[in-house]
């Protein structure tokens, strides 16, 4: 398989500042152009012109319109600004442009946390802090400001400006049965950059777009804004209007809501709020860093003890409603993600498995059997050519199954 590599080129960068950027705060017009040449992208970016934005957004901004589906943005000391594209890594270079140092990434962080008291202090006591921030009128992200070797990284995510519409994410007709519920729990899992808050978001704006009903999601931080449709909707951000997940879960259940979102369950105390919340008549959804139904059943019991387990699993199996999983996988022409989709339904079969006293995790995968199979989608990419058969087993839940399925025709 030929290798592609991909330059963002800044050579029309002038500055000789280790952080050229950090010197181009009056000169923020730009022009972004695209070559492509024998195995090798290569994307410009010219700065011309003054508009007075800050020199940080004035990078950012040249980042964001390098190419379409940038995901990501790195800033690390030892190394060159970097975009992630499609899952690719992509060094920002140029012979003006040498790698930033402890105080440019210093600087950087500063500028995106600006004046936010409760960051700066997570940041200072904790070692990281998560923050959102935007660009006016261009995109909005989300942002990990960490301490690695006593200096600043930064991961910054772009977060899409208008909300998905489900039916266009690829995602399979079953998945807006989620929509129909009216009480129980959701779980959408996948592993990291698998488009989970994107589904969460197209969930939830779909049920503000039919039904009449109160929302509220508690997120961290908050990615996609909501307006009130015939829903009405309220957001809450962690930290800023709520000091936990869980506590904004439980208080939740005291604002009358018909449905919660949750944009993570990462720990035993938001687990258990949404359960709460899940058995009291709410229809809850949550993402879940797990590759599938069954390790996501696995992860839910394994935030707690034990001996809380029989009695959590049991709370499961009359809570929990479905469980969706999906990859997103670089199309052959790379010029776009597709996504494939797993769909666990928790029927009364399933139900009552899970409460039986000689349950064990192991079986999980057994019990919760899916009504839509990954890697039976993932064998369709693969006949249909649409994906590089190495990045389609780099994604199947059994690669060796799957290679055998497909050498059977």
């Known amino acids: 398989m030929q290798r592609v590599t991909k330059v963002l080129d800044c050579s029309g960068l002038s500055g000789s500042n280790a952080l050229v950027f950090a010197k181009l705060a009056n000169r923020c017009n730009f022009r972004v152009s695209s070559k492509m040449a024998a195995g090798t992208a290569t994307v410009s970016v010219s700065l011309e012109g003054p508009n007075g934005s800050s020199a940080t957004d004035a990078f950012l901004t040249a980042m964001l319109r390098a190419h379409a589906h940038v995901s990501d943005f790195i800033f690390s000391?030892?190394?060159?600004?970097?975009?992630?594209?499609?899952?690719?890594?992509?060094?920002?270079?140029?012979?003006?442009?040498?790698?930033?140092?402890?105080?440019?990434?210093?600087?950087?962080?500063?500028?995106?946390?600006?004046?936010?008291?409760?960051?700066?202090?997570?940041?200072?006591?904790?070692?990281?802090?998560?923050?959102?921030?935007?660009?006016?009128?261009?995109?909005?992200?989300?942002v990990n400001i960490f301490i690695q070797r006593g200096s600043c990284a930064i991961v910054m995510r772009v977060i899409a400006t208008q909300i998905p519409e489900l039916g266009r994410l690829g995602l399979p007709v079953q998945v807006q049965e989620a929509t129909r519920l009216r009480d129980g729990l959701v779980l959408v899992t996948g592993p990291r950059n698998s488009g989970k808050s994107s589904t969460l978001a197209a969930l939830v704006d779909r049920i503000n777009t039919e039904r009449v009903c109160h929302m509220i999601t508690i997120?961290?931080?908050?990615?996609?804004?909501?307006?009130?449709?015939?829903?009405?909707?309220?957001?809450?951000?962690?930290?800023?209007?709520?000091?936990?997940?869980?506590?904004?879960?439980?208080?939740?259940l005291r604002q009358a809501p018909d449905v919660i979102m949750i944009g993570d369950i990462r720990e035993r105390d938001t687990a258990e709020a949404a359960l709460?919340?899940?058995?009291?008549?709410?229809?809850?959804?949550?993402?879940?860093?797990?590759?599938?139904?069954?390790?996501?059943?696995?992860?839910?019991?394994?935030?707690?003890?034990?001996?809380?387990?029989?009695?959590?699993?049991?709370?499961?199996?009359?809570?929990?409603?479905?469980?969706?999983?999906?990859?997103?996988?670089?199309?052959?022409?790379?010029?776009?993600?597709?996504?494939?989709?797993?769909?666990?339904?928790?029927?009364?079969?399933?139900?009552?498995?899970?409460?039986?006293?000689?349950?064990?995790?192991?079986?999980?995968?057994?019990?919760?059997?899916?009504?839509?199979?990954?890697?039976?989608?993932?064998?369709?990419?693969?006949?249909?050519?649409?994906?590089?058969?190495?990045?389609?087993?780099?994604?199947?839940?059994?690669?060796?199954?799957?290679?055998n399925a497909l050498s059977r025709g």
């Open 77 to 142: 000391p030892g190394r060159v600004p970097q975009l992630q594209i499609h899952n690719q890594l992509i060094a920002i270079q140029g012979p003006s442009l040498r790698p930033l140092t402890a105080d440019d990434t210093r600087r950087i962080a500063s500028d995106l946390i600006g004046n936010n008291t409760q960051a700066i202090t997570a940041l200072r006591e904790q070692g990281s802090c998560d923050i959102s921030y935007s660009l006016m009128g261009q995109a909005r992200f989300r």
């Open 219 to 252: 997120e961290d931080p908050i990615e996609f804004l909501h307006n009130h449709k015939q829903a009405t909707v309220h957001q809450r951000e962690l930290h800023s209007d709520t000091p936990s997940v869980a506590l904004g879960v439980r208080a939740a």
């Open 276 to 403: 709460e919340a899940a058995e009291t008549g709410h229809l809850v959804f949550s993402g879940l860093n797990t590759p599938d139904g069954g390790k996501a059943l696995e992860r839910m019991l394994g935030f707690f003890s034990h001996q809380e387990q029989p009695g959590v699993r049991s709370r499961l199996a009359k809570a929990l409603r479905l469980i969706i999983s999906q990859r997103l996988l670089l199309k052959k022409d790379r010029t776009a993600r597709v996504v494939v989709t797993e769909i666990v339904k928790v029927d009364a079969e399933a139900s009552a498995a899970m409460m039986q006293a000689d349950f064990s995790v192991h079986r999980a995968a057994e019990i919760l059997k899916p009504t839509l199979r990954l890697d039976e989608e993932i064998a369709k990419l693969i006949r249909a050519d649409a994906v590089e058969f190495e990045t389609a087993l780099a994604h199947a839940n059994n690669p060796e199954q799957l290679q």
